[in-house]
């Protein structure tokens, strides 16, 4: 069992930057991948971003990809997205979601997908103005 709390949203405007922060607890992190997803008022929820326990490997939105950056510290249990340079379209609920894997280097088959990830927090709203 894994519970999620995230933490950082807030209003920003566009060009600026963010950090958001996933704490968890219950057990360890030691066999999860860890990934970020968004989702604004009328349409699914999307992939942002993943990260597997080691911390090497990485995977991205095409949306977000060199502007967004997924990271953790597995001493605290905590995630970090960092986002920079947001836009507009970035506004949205983002949660945090752990999906179990079987090595520390693993990543999900199907990371892009909600279902691989069966732990999720309850969201922080960002909200980006022009």
């Known amino acids: 069992q894994v519970q999620l709390v995230e933490a950082g949203g807030g209003l920003v405007q566009a060009g600026g930057s963010l950090r958001l922060s996933c704490t968890a607890s219950g057990r360890t992190f030691s066999r999860y991948a860890m990934g970020w997803f968004r989702q604004a008022p009328g349409k699914e929820r999307e992939f942002v971003a993943v990260i597997n326990w080691a911390g090497g490997g990485t995977l991205y939105a095409t949306s977000v990809k060199g502007r967004f950056t997924i990271s953790r510290d597995n001493g605290k249990d905590i995630v970090f997205l960092q986002m920079d340079s947001l836009k507009p379209e970035d506004t949205a609920v983002y949660y945090c979601?752990?999906?179990?894997?079987?090595?520390?280097?693993?990543?999900?088959?199907?990371?892009?997908?909600?279902?691989?990830?069966?732990?999720w927090g309850q969201g922080t709203q960002v909200a980006v103005s022009s």
């Open positions: 979601a752990a999906a179990q894997v079987g090595g520390l280097h693993s990543l999900p088959y199907r990371h892009e997908d909600p279902h691989e990830y069966a732990y």
